[in-house]
């Protein structure tokens, strides 16, 4: 009977951990596969769609995190809900030269000159200069900046790369 006990918790642990690796393995399939390209392209669907503090919502609206959330989501790459703490979602990016479509790009917001209050996306990228546009939820709906703009140019606190 005990051999039998053990036999079952045997099948049972290995069939948990093949579908843990397999979930695993899913999942980054799903990032390698979706390129910088594909996060802009997701984005600009929505361009126009109007500005909607704390909502992520296509048909009501987006604030800035709740829009890079949803594009993300929408290919299936999961990220924190806050521009805070989206920064942590991936890799640092200490040189603009280096930034690249679908990379993250964060701004200190209107209130506070020391902490993250805003978030976009990356949609192209001057090696030379390190200037980029990026698409954001702005306080018109969703549309396209400068970083030259000397809004954003004077507010940008850095850059991540979600995508591997």
């Known amino acids: 009977m005990r051999r039998l006990w053990l036999f079952l918790f045997w099948c049972v642990f290995c069939g948990s ?6 979930s695993l393995a899913d999942s980054v399939a799903v ?4 390129t910088g390209h594909d996060i802009v392209e997701k984005a600009k669907e929505f ?12 048909k009501r609206g987006f ?20 521009s805070r703490t989206q ?11 280096e930034l690249q ?3 993250l790009v964060f701004f200190t917001g209107t209130r506070s000159k020391k902490t993250i209050g805003h978030v976009g996306i990356v ?3 001057d090696a030379d200069t390190g200037e980029f546009e990026f698409i954001h939820a702005g306080r018109g709906g969703i549309c396209i900046n400068s970083s030259s703009d000397g809004y954003y140019d004077r507010r940008y606190v850095g850059a991540c790369r979600v995508l591997g």
């Open 17 to 22: 951990v093949s579908v843990s690796a397999q």
């Open 31 to 34: 990032e390698d596969s979706v």
């Open 47 to 58: 361009l126009g769609v109007p500005y909607r503090y704390g909502s992520m919502n296509p």
């Open 63 to 82: 604030d800035c995190s709740g829009f890079t959330s949803y594009v993300f989501k929408a290919l299936d790459i999961d990220l924190t809900r806050s």
């Open 87 to 97: 920064i942590k979602d991936g890799v640092r990016i200490r040189d603009r030269r």
């Open 101 to 103: 479509a679908g990379d």
């Open 123 to 125: 949609t192209e990228v």
